[in-house]
């Protein structure tokens, strides 16, 4: 055997560390083995067709994860609310936001009723609801009330005490 086919021959039993040639496991970490490497895979991902290790849907993975909505997002997912609820403290379930507590001043003229996922303004009467539903408007146009608006006090008007 001469030198050159010598070199080859050995170069045929030589472990090739591919683990070198850059991020062969992608979201994991490589090792090298004999003849190969091994990829052991971070949290939320698992080895796909190619070895490389490549996102779980833990949405379609594992189903039921969220009470409303699941958005899978790289290694994991997030739990998301409809308008109105916020995410509670367990990730996973959504509670109803109390609007009245949390907006100072809706239903402005009005008295605010916290709904489940929503508010209603109830106006007292004489008033009426805005268009976007979150303000009472004056709507009163009677001799005596004008005249109070004006600071006048009508002799023909009573008023209750």
Do not use: W
Not at 56 to 61: L, R, Y
Request: with cysteine.
């Amino acid at each position: 055997m001469n030198l050159k086919s010598l070199k080859t021959y050995v170069n045929m039993f030589t472990d090739e560390n591919e683990c070198l040639r850059g991020n062969v496991c992608g979201n994991g970490t490589c090792t090298n083995v004999e003849g190969g490497f091994e990829c052991s895979c971070d949290e939320g991902f698992a080895p796909g067709p190619m070895q490389v290790c490549e996102d779980v849907n833990e949405c379609q993975e594992m189903g039921n994860q969220c009470a409303f909505r699941c958005h899978n997002v790289p290694g994991s997912f997030r739990c998301i609310c409809p308008y109105g609820y916020a995410l509670a403290a367990d990730g996973r379930h959504c509670q109803d936001i109390d609007e009245c507590q949390e907006n100072f001043g809706v239903c402005e003229g009005g008295e605010c009723v916290n709904t489940e996922g929503g508010v209603i303004c109830e106006c007292p009467e004489g008033y009426i609801l805005s268009q976007n539903g979150m303000k009472c408007i004056d709507v009163r146009q009677e001799l005596c009330y004008d005249g109070v608006r004006q600071g006048k006090k009508l002799s023909l008007c009573t008023f209750a005490t």
